[in-house]
């Protein structure tokens, strides 16, 4: 009976509706004696007529093969009900990483990246839940003229 009763709810859990998101390519917002700010978007869609509260977004960010910034964004506000909600995801990378993937940068002056997000969201019913999204691709570096 028990069997029963975990196979009923697991089939119903995996076909309650959840948000969909979607990351944009990271890019360079600001350089700064510091460091950088690099800034990616993501984008969250809704599929309830309510709005949902975000727990928090832990993120990762790798450079060149290298993890050069995580952390997490707790409490980033909620999703707008049967809505796209865009979120900002700034990740600060320090100046002393900057200048040591500057080398793997080449000709071409990108660097490879992966940004990890995940986006933490309270469903009705099931609790947290985590959605995971992985975005790959160059990040295309400033140069001289952009920065002056």
């Known amino acids: 009976m028990m069997d029963k009763a975990k196979g009923f709810l697991a089939e119903k859990v995996a076909h309650v509706k959840k948000p969909e ?3 944009s390519d990271m ?3 600001n350089v700064g004696r510091d460091g950088a700010t690099l800034g990616g978007r993501l984008d969250v869609r809704n599929p309830y ?12 960010l790798k450079l ?15 999703l707008a009900g049967d809505d796209t ?8 990378v320090p100046y002393d990483f900057l200048v040591s993937l500057v080398k793997d940068a080449g000709k071409d002056w990108d660097l490879d990246y992966e940004m990890r997000v995940g986006l ?8 947290n839940f985590t959605l995971p999204l992985t975005k790959a691709g160059e990040l295309k570096l400033p140069t001289l003229s952009d920065l002056f």
């Open 21 to 23: 998101a979607d990351l």
């Open 49 to 60: 007529s309510h709005t949902i509260p975000i727990c928090e977004i832990s993120y990762s």
């Open 85 to 92: 909600t865009s979120l900002d995801l700034p990740v600060k």
């Open 64 to 78: 060149a093969g290298r993890e050069v910034a995580s952390g997490t964004m707790p409490d980033p506000g909620s």
């Open 120 to 127: 933490t969201v309270d469903l009705p019913v099931l609790g």
């Open 27 to 29: 890019t360079v917002k």
